[in-house]
């Protein structure tokens, strides 16, 4: 495969040795992606096994684990893990990884694919070299959250659920925003029932700065797809911003979301890079 490198990093018994995977970033948002069409994920999906894969230091090191497989010419499936080993509904930054990645394994032929997930169909495409996605539609947005006070450098506070929940803050600057102490408590605020992703903004000249505390991963992410989705809405709800809407993520890299509206509801669509690291072969992981 062109431009990727091979490396040999780790697993244990459990019938797993030699098995292949790929290290895959989204902005940042890092991931290890299995290709499930001929060998089943099994013992890999286990919540243990996904912790340990995602371990940095002591495994591959990700904020996710993702399989990827084959529906069709123009559909392929995934399902996500998060770093905790919960099953997460949505990622976007995985989402766009996984069309790049099934591009480059020739999964599909077709310019325009479906995607599987846990939170409904994607539809996707690649667009001038980078992968784009169009998310369902989002109806559950609210531009302010009454049960969770501001802090006095927080201009608005809103809730948008872009295939999950989000918590979005606009933030006088969010270099120095506490995001680990605030976005923990917020994460786990009790009127959210689900707990909710919390992103913090501040504008950044025509971009946005974007820092997110992800649920699941439980610290901050250099990137979250869905985040900046629910960024864009909310931005656009606020006044603040026309799509295109562009963020800059913590990595430096940027994500580029489109919205407009569709009767009561928004319709998303995310695009930014994404890449293959490398790709390697588990051996001595215990799981």
């Known amino acids: 495969m ?11 018994g459990q019938g797993l040795m ?3 995977f790929y ?5 940042g948002n890092d991931f290890v992606f299995f290709d499930v069409r001929k060998e089943p994920a099994g013992h890999l999906e286990a919540p243990e096994a996904v912790r340990a894969l995602s371990a940095r230091g002591t495994g591959v090191g990700a904020d996710g684990v993702v399989f990827l497989d084959r529906k069709a010419d ?10 905790d080993g919960s099953l997460g509904e949505l990622c976007g930054n995985a989402t766009l990884c996984a069309l790049r990645l099934a591009n480059e394994l020739r999964m599909v032929s077709s310019d325009e694919v479906r995607i ?7 539809h996707a495409r690649m667009a001038d070299g980078l992968p784009e996605i169009d998310l369902a539609l989002v109806s559950e947005v609210h531009a ?3 049960a969770i006070p501001r802090l006095q450098r927080e201009q608005l506070l809103g809730f948008a659920r872009a295939g999950v929940p989000h918590i979005v803050i606009l933030d006088e600057d969010v270099e120095s925003a506490d995001i680990i102490g605030r976005g923990s408590r917020i994460r786990r605020d009790q009127s959210l029932t689900d707990g909710a992703n919390v992103n913090f903004l501040s504008p950044a000249g025509p971009d946005w700065r974007i820092r997110t505390y992800e649920r699941g991963v439980e610290g901050e992410t250099l990137a979250c797809g869905t985040g900046a989705v629910a960024a864009g809405i909310l931005l656009t709800t606020w006044g603040r911003a026309d799509s295109p809407i562009r963020l800059l993520t913590r990595s430096g890299r940027r994500l580029e979301v489109r919205v407009t509206r569709e009767g009561a509801a928004w319709k998303p669509s995310l695009r930014g890079p994404a890449e293959i690291v490398f790709m390697g072969e588990l051996r001595d992981l215990s799981v």
């Not at 062109?2 to 244990?12: L, P, Q, R």
């Not at 123009?74 to 770093?83: G, H, K, L, P």
């Open 116 to 122: 599987d997930t846990d939170a409904g169909l994607i």
């Open 144 to 146: 302010e959250v009454g």
């Open 2 to 12: 062109d431009g990727v490198e091979t490396s040999v990093v780790g697993n244990a």
């Open 23 to 27: 290290k895959m970033s989204g902005s």
């Open 18 to 20: 030699g098995r292949t």
């Open 74 to 83: 123009d559909r392929i499936a995934i399902r996500y893990y998060n770093s």
